[in-house]
């Protein structure tokens, strides 16, 4: 089975907005982790080229999905990095840094 374009496209779109997540002010190793599942890296979890991604007709269903599970995973990367989460919240807390009401 082969993935429709349609799918392709939104999955090369979500691979460029994860390209252009600020990681500043991140947990360490929340960043190591995002950054080295972004494209250009040579990592088993990588995610591809979205230029590449853009030029192939067909991908095998397989890759899509292990592709898409990774965008999650660093969809759930950045969603818990934000700073009003309530995991950065507890890290905070447990590690002295108290929050500013704003």
């Not at 349609?6 to 190591?32: H, K, N, P, Y």
């Not at 982790?33 to 088993?44: D, H």
Request: charged share 30%; proline share 8%.
């Amino acid at each position: 089975m082969k993935v429709s374009p349609l799918e392709l496209q939104r999955l090369v779109f979500r691979i460029e907005q994860l390209q252009r997540t600020s990681t500043s002010g991140w947990i360490a190793a929340d960043e190591m982790t995002f950054r080295s599942r972004l494209p250009g890296w040579r990592s088993l979890f990588a995610l591809p080229d979205p230029k590449w991604l853009r030029e192939q007709v067909e991908v095998d269903v397989a890759n899509w999905q292990m592709w898409l599970r990774t965008v999650l995973d660093c969809e759930r990367l950045v969603s818990r990095n934000r700073p009003g989460s309530m995991p950065r919240l507890i890290h905070d807390l447990r590690r002295g840094k108290v929050p500013y009401p704003r």
